[in-house]
């Protein structure tokens, strides 16, 4: 009975291990950057920056009616928190500032921001 009982998990690994549809998929390396892209919409030039748990880093300068792309090591948000973007135009006193982000690495945010910073949109893949 033992010897069945053996001989039957042995087969059931064997057909579990059989299985190697997806051999080609490769993991996320744990190292890859997260990528920030502001789509500015706006009629003026706008601040992007990253806060992490409460340190604001300025990412960078995106101009109206352009597009601004930013890389950031996985090692410097993989131990935060709290991660936000903020949005400040150049010649105004309102930001936009998004709710906490969760990451992981390779994630892409996409911030688009409007006229009125209020009804801009904030995508995380």
């Known amino acids: ?6 001989v039957m998990a042995l087969l059931l690994l064997a057909g579990c291990g059989a299985n190697r549809e997806g051999d080609d998929v490769q993991p996320m390396a744990a190292t890859e950057p997260v990528t ?5 919409r706006r009629s003026d ?5 990253l806060v992490r748990d409460g340190i604001r880093q300025r990412l960078g300068l995106v101009a109206a009616q352009t597009k601004g792309d930013f890389k950031i090591p996985w090692s410097q948000v993989s131990n935060s928190t709290r991660v936000r973007l903020i949005a400040t135009p150049i010649a105004g006193r309102r930001s ?10 390779g ?11 209020g009804q801009s949109l904030l995508r995380v893949y």
């Open 1 to 6: 009975m033992r010897r069945a009982l053996e």
């Open 45 to 49: 030039d706008v601040v992007v920056s």
């Open 96 to 105: 936009f500032v998004s709710d906490q982000l969760i990451l992981r690495p």
């Open 107 to 117: 994630s892409e945010v996409t911030v688009s921001l409007t006229q009125a910073l």
């Open 36 to 40: 920030v892209v502001a789509e500015n």
